[in-house]
């Protein structure tokens, strides 16, 4: 990595900050390409957030990525917000403008959709049906990249309904049909489904498994897992005994840094086995 006195500057703010592989993923890029930049972890207490974020412009930071707690907190900081990011309702991605103003973007939606197009090369979104379990953050995210790719229609699934009728109220309106469904019901809801997404934690190193039964699924139906510890959880191990097309989680990750790397260091990058291996190599479940 070339670093100098011009190096250009980015980062992500987070509290804690330690578990991210934002700079794993960036620091790899600015190698590969050789760019004259770094991208450094910040950890910034909730408290201090304003006060951080413009300070980006004076300490010459071309911008950062948010992780827990900011990404909505945010959204009343920054100077402007992308609509995608308002309809999501969260930021992971700040831009600073040439005259230091700061705009809001969020890149999950273009991450998950990237990874879902280079995992199953010529899925077509026209008249699908998609399961999404979970309605936080990354469900939001998933749900309006599905609305953008034209999916017929989602079915919502969580444990508290309240949030899914949120989120439903939030990005739905149009086309696709949103429509709520209880957790007892996420057996049944399958049927038909040529798509299924857990955005929960469920699955997750050092968290309960999904149990989710697949018999109802259609065959050859996809089921993404956006869980990356372990790559391969219990859900995506079900659906491949299955015989459904199975997607894991770390390519939303690795996709999703795109978009800010071109805006913060002008230089278009992508996703290779290479960059895949060295993540992976940060991602022991024993951490």
């Not at 309106?173 to 399958?190: C, F, Q």
């Amino acid at each position: 990595m070339n670093i100098s006195g011009r190096a250009k500057l980015a980062g992500i703010m987070g509290w804690p900050v330690e578990h991210s592989r934002s700079p794993v993923l960036h620091n790899f890029w600015l190698r590969q390409y050789r760019v004259d930049g770094v991208y450094v972890p910040l950890p910034v207490r909730p408290e201090n957030l304003a006060q951080a974020l413009r300070a980006l412009p004076a300490l010459g930071f071309r911008g950062c990525n948010l992780t827990i707690p900011h990404k909505q907190a945010a959204l009343s900081i920054v100077d402007r917000v992308e609509p995608l990011a308002r309809r999501i309702g969260a930021i992971n991605t700040v831009i600073v403008g040439e005259d230091g103003t700061l705009e809001g973007r969020n890149t999950d939606a273009y991450g998950f959709r990237e990874h879902l197009r280079e995992s199953v090369p010529g899925w077509s979104a026209s008249r699908a049906r998609a399961v999404v379990l979970g309605a936080g953050g990354a469900a939001r995210a998933v749900v309006a990249a599905l609305a953008e790719e034209g999916v017929e229609e989602i079915r919502l699934v969580n444990r508290t309904a309240a949030h899914a009728e949120a989120l439903a109220a939030d990005l739905g309106g149009g086309a696709p049909r949103i429509s709520v469904h209880a957790w007892a019901r996420r057996d049944a809801v399958l049927d038909g489904a040529g798509l299924v997404i857990n955005t929960t934690s469920l699955g997750m190193d050092k968290q309960p498994p999904l149990d989710l039964d697949l018999k109802a699924l259609p065959t050859g139906a996809v089921v993404v897992d956006i869980v990356y510890v372990p790559l391969e959880t219990p859900l995506l191990a079900a659906a491949r005994g299955a015989g459904h097309r199975v997607v894991d989680g770390l390519g939303m990750l690795l996709h999703q840094g795109r978009p800010g790397f071109a805006a913060w260091f002008g230089t278009e990058v992508g996703v290779t086995a290479e960059l895949r291996a060295a993540v992976l190599q940060t991602l022991a479940p024993s951490r």
